[in-house]
C-alpha cells in the first residue's frame, strides 16, 4: 500500500478507536497502552536530548500481531508521555510484513532507529533485514533502509537488534534460530552503523551449559551493571517446570562476564525476570545520571491474549511501570522508578492483623506491605496472592476454562510492594528481588482485602492519574 494511503487508513482507525477505548474501564489510567488496537514489545527505549522516547510494537487497525508499524511517544519525567508521529510502518518491500522491534541510539546528535525488516513468503517461509531510519525535521523517520541481510547459517528468524556504543564502535545483539532450530543470541560489530560484520553466538540454546533452551530467542539486551554483565532474552520453547517458566515464552536473563575482544560470554543458568502471567521483551536504556531503567511488554505472546475482554473495546496489552535496576551477587533486582511516586495522593498506614484490615480500593493503589507469611491479599475477587513461608503463590482464573491458574517466587518473604493501575499489578518482592506482574479484569472495579491470622504493617497510596 503507498505510504499516503496507509497513513490516513491509520489516522481514521485512530480516530474512531480511541473514544471506545476510552470507554473500557479496564483502560489503564498510569501506565501505557495503545489508543486503539493490540501494542506489544517497547522499542528503541532512549534517553535523547533532554526527553525519555519510547517506541512500541503497534498493529492501530485491531488487535491481531499484525501489520506492525512502531508508534512513538516521548516524555520529560517518565509520568507524562506525549504522542509523537508514527515512527515506522510497513510501507517497503523489505519491512512489508512488519517493522519488527529494535533499539534506538544517539548517532552524533541524531535519533536513529535500528529495526528488523519481516518479509513473508508464500511458502510459510520469511527472511529478515535488520533496518535504519533517522529523525527527520518534521518528528517523523526517514528509512535509510537495511543495513544487515539474513546471515548465513540462520532461518528467517533473525530479529530485534539491540545497538549500543562501546569505545569508539557500534555493537548489536540480535535474536536469532540456527539451521537445527536452536535459539541463539548474535554479535555483530560496526564502525559507522551502515557496515556489519558478524563477531559471532554469545549464548542460545546449546552453548555455555545450556542444553534444549528453546528453538528462538527474541529481542536480546546485553549491558552491564555493579561489574557483572546482563544478557536480557525471551527463550521460546524452553521446558516449563513444576513452578518455573510457566508462561508460553518467558522473559529471562543471564549474568556473567562479557569480553569485547575477542568476544566472550561467561556466564550462569538462565533466570527468570518476571514471575507474573504476563511479562515480555524487555528493553532497557540509561538515563543522564547513570540509572539503567527497564521498561516490559505487560503481555505474552500466543497465550490467552486473545480471550482478553478489552479486545471488545479495540485495544490489547499495555506496558509494565519503568523500573529501576541494580544487580547485587550477579542477580538482578527491579524496583518501581522513583519518578512514580510524584502519582502519590495521601499517604495512609495502618498495622494490625490481616484479619481486621480495613479493604482498599484496588484501583490506582500503591500498596507496601510488611508482614509474616500465611496472608492471602484478594484483588477483585478475580486475582490472589497468597503470602506462604516458602514464597508467594499468585493465583488466577483462566480466561479459557476458568480454572484456577498460579504462578510461583520461590524465597522467604519480607516485604511486598504492589502498583495496581485499572487492570493489572505488579508485585515486587524484598524491595525487587523478585516481581510478579500480571494483568486482570474484574467485572466492576472491586476492593482489595486482607485475610489470615499474621500481623501486618501497610503503607498506602492512592495513585493519580497521568494518562
Ligand atoms: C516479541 C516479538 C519480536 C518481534 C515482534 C513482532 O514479542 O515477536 O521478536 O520483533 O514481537 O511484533
Same mark, same amino acid.
Given at each position: ?12 482507525? =485512530? ?6 477505548? !476510552? ?95 519481516? =518479509? ?44 549500543? !556504543? ?302
Amino acid at each position: 500500500m503507498p505510504s499516503d494511503t496507509l497513513l490516513s487508513a491509520i489516522l481514521q482507525a =485512530v480516530m474512531k478507536g480511541q473514544p471506545k477505548a !476510552r470507554e473500557d474501564s479496564h483502560y489503564p489510567r498510569w501506565h501505557l497502552a495503545p489508543v486503539t488496537g493490540l501494542m506489544n514489545d517497547p522499542n528503541g527505549f532512549i534517553h535523547f536530548a533532554g526527553r525519555y522516547h519510547l517506541f512500541y510494537q503497534w498493529n492501530p487497525f485491531g488487535c491481531q500481531h499484525k501489520h506492525k508499524c512502531w508508534g512513538h511517544w516521548s516524555s520529560a519525567d517518565l509520568l507524562h508521555w506525549q504522542h509523537e508521529p508514527l515512527a515506522l510502518m510497513p510501507d517497503e518491500d523489505y519491512d512489508r510484513d512488519g517493522c519488527y522491534s529494535g533499539s534506538a541510539i544517539d548517532d552524533g546528535g541524531k535519533l536513529t532507529l535500528c529495526y528488523t525488516g519481516n =518479509v513473508k513468503f508464500a511458502d510459510g517461509s520469511r527472511t529478515a533485514w535488520q533496518c535504519l531510519a533517522v529523525q527527520n525535521d518534521a518528528g517523523g523517520f526517514t528509512k535509510l533502509g537495511p543495513v544487515v541481510p539474513l546471515p548465513q547459517g540462520y532461518t528467517g528468524h533473525v530479529r530485534d537488534p539491540k545497538v549500543w !556504543r562501546h569505545e569508539g564502535r557500534w555493537y548489536m545483539v540480535l535474536g536469532a534460530q540456527d539451521q537445527a532450530l536452536r535459539g541463539k543470541v548474535l554479535l555483530l560489530q560496526s564502525d559507522d552503523l551502515r557496515h556489519w560484520t558478524l563477531v559471532g553466538e554469545i549464548a542460545g540454546s546449546g552453548l555455555g551449559g545450556l542444553e534444549e533452551a528453546g528453538y528462538m530467542w527474541e529481542c536480546p539486551d546485553l549491558f552491564t551493571l555493579d561489574e557483572a554483565t546482563f544478557l536480557l532474552c525471551c527463550p521460546q520453547g524452553v521446558k516449563a517446570q513444576a513452578t518455573r517458566f510457566l508462561n508460553t515464552y518467558p522473559s529471562a536473563y543471564l549474568s556473567g562476564e562479557f569480553h569485547y575482544d575477542p568476544a566472550s560470554f561467561q556466564h550462569g543458568p538462565l533466570h527468570e525476570l518476571d514471575t507474573g502471567f504476563e511479562f515480555y521483551a524487555p528493553q532497557t536504556t540509561l538515563t543522564a545520571d547513570g540509572r539503567r531503567l527497564l521498561v516490559g511488554w505487560m503481555g505474552v505472546p500466543d497465550g490467552e491474549e486473545m480471550r482478553q475482554p478489552t479486545i471488545a473495546f479495540g485495544w490489547l496489552h499495555q506496558m509494565t511501570c519503568v523500573r529501576e535496576l541494580s544487580a547485587r551477587r550477579g542477580k538482578l533486582y527491579q524496583q518501581p522508578v522513583s519518578e512514580l511516586q510524584a502519582l502519590r495522593g495521601e499517604a495512609h498506614e495502618w498495622q494490625g492483623r490481616a484479619n481486621d484490615a480495613p479493604a482498599l480500593a484496588a484501583q490506582n493503589l500503591e500498596l507496601i506491605l510488611e508482614s509474616e507469611e500465611e496472608l492471602t491479599l484478594n484483588i477483585a475477587d478475580t486475582l490472589r496472592v497468597e503470602w506462604h513461608a516458602t514464597g508467594i503463590r499468585l493465583a488466577r482464573r483462566s480466561l479459557e476454562s476458568g480454572d484456577w491458574q498460579y504462578r510461583y517466587w520461590q524465597g522467604k518473604v519480607q516485604k511486598l510492594h504492589l502498583l495496581c493501575d485499572s487492570s493489572s499489578v505488579e508485585i515486587f518482592i524484598n524491595d525487587g528481588e523478585g516481581v510478579m506482574s500480571s494483568r486482570y479484569f474484574p467485572e466492576h472495579p472491586g476492593p482489595l482485602t486482607f485475610a489470615g491470622p499474621s500481623r501486618l504493617h501497610a503503607r498506602y497510596w492512592s495513585l493519580r492519574s497521568c494518562m
